[in-house]
């Protein structure tokens, strides 16, 4: 196993170790569908390789006196985006010396401390703490909707190709939130919703007797 900088020659082989990494913890939603890059930024991107795949992966971003995106304490931070190594690799010590080359490199920057957040898993926690990380900040991540915002609908047909839902007191309702995803009945409803994205979400139908 060896470390090394990253290249966009491991993109693909990168964005697979990343998802498996991710799959058998809380972070699983957390999908990257290509590698992230810090638009000029100084970072820090690492990868470990083994027989010529990626097995883990480290990318870090540095603040500079222009731009400072830690907020945990005053001065020059590095925030620590992302730390993975493959579910077949893992506890092997991969992590841990990706994290020493990453701090290695910051020894010739003017880089204070090093920020990070992760969620429950007691991998991640465990991994910090050894590395002798401080928990400084504790947040939630909620998927869900608030109460309320959450309101009972029928689906009362299809109208092209659109399904046609009411609240309960029969007036229209052209979007809910379902699972932290708005789903839109009509889509003159986007105006009303900033989005980054959306998709067209299909029911199929076969009969079969
Ligand atoms: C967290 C992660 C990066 C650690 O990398 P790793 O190569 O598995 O860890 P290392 O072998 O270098 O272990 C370093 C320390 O982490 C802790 N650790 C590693 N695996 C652990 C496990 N399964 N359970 C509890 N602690 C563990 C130990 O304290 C270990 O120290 P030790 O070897 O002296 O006991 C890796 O397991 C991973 O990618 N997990 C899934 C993705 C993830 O949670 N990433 C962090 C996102 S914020």
């Not at 083994?50 to 222009?66: F, R, W």
């Amino acid at each position: 196993m060896k470390i090394q900088k990253y290249t966009p020659k491991y993109e693909d082989s990168w964005l697979r170790c990343r998802v498996l990494a991710y799959l058998y913890t809380s972070m699983y939603e957390d999908v990257e569908t290509s590698k992230p890059t810090f638009e000029g930024r100084p970072s820090i991107e690492l990868i470990a390789i083994e027989d010529g795949i990626v097995v883990g992966l480290l990318d870090m971003v540095l603040d500079t006196e222009e731009l400072k995106t830690s907020f945990l304490a005053k001065g020059l931070g590095a925030f620590l985006k992302v730390i993975a190594v493959h579910p077949d690799y893992q506890s092997k010590g991969i992590g841990r010396k990706l994290y020493e080359t990453a701090l290695n490199e910051l020894e010739s920057t003017p880089i204070e401390f090093i920020e990070l957040y992760t969620r429950g898993d007691e991998q991640a926690n465990n991994f910090y703490k050894k590395l002798g990380f401080e928990l400084l900040a504790e947040t939630y991540d909620v998927f869900g909707v608030e109460k309320s915002l959450s309101k009972p609908i029928s689906i009362n047909g299809i109208e092209n190709k659109m399904l046609k839902a009411t609240y309960e007191n029969g007036e229209p309702c052209d979007y809910i939130l379902v699972d932290g995803v708005y789903e839109v009945y009509d889509l003159k409803a986007l105006d009303n919703i900033e989005y980054d994205r959306y998709y067209p979400a299909r029911g199929y139908y076969k009969k079969v007797k």
